[in-house]
C-alpha cells in the first residue's frame, strides 16, 4: 500500500506541474472550446 501510495503521490504532483505549465495557454484553449462549442449549440 505504501509503494501504490508513494506511486499515486507521484503521479498527482506531475498531473498538477503539468496542469501549471498549462496554465499559460489554457485561457486560449478555454477560449477555443467554448467557440467551437457556441458553434455547435447541441
Given amino acids: ?3 501504490c501510495g508513494n506511486f ?3 503521479l498527482f504532483s ?3 506541474s ?3 505549465e498549462e496554465e499559460k495557454w ?3 484553449k478555454w477560449e477555443i472550446l ?3 462549442t457556441s458553434r455547435h449549440p447541441s
Avoid: E
Fill in 1 to 3: 500500500q505504501v509503494v
Fill in 8 to 10: 499515486f503521490v507521484q
Fill in 14 to 16: 506531475i498531473a498538477v
Fill in 18 to 20: 503539468l496542469a501549471l
Fill in 26 to 28: 489554457s485561457d486560449s
Fill in 34 to 36: 467554448l467557440h467551437g
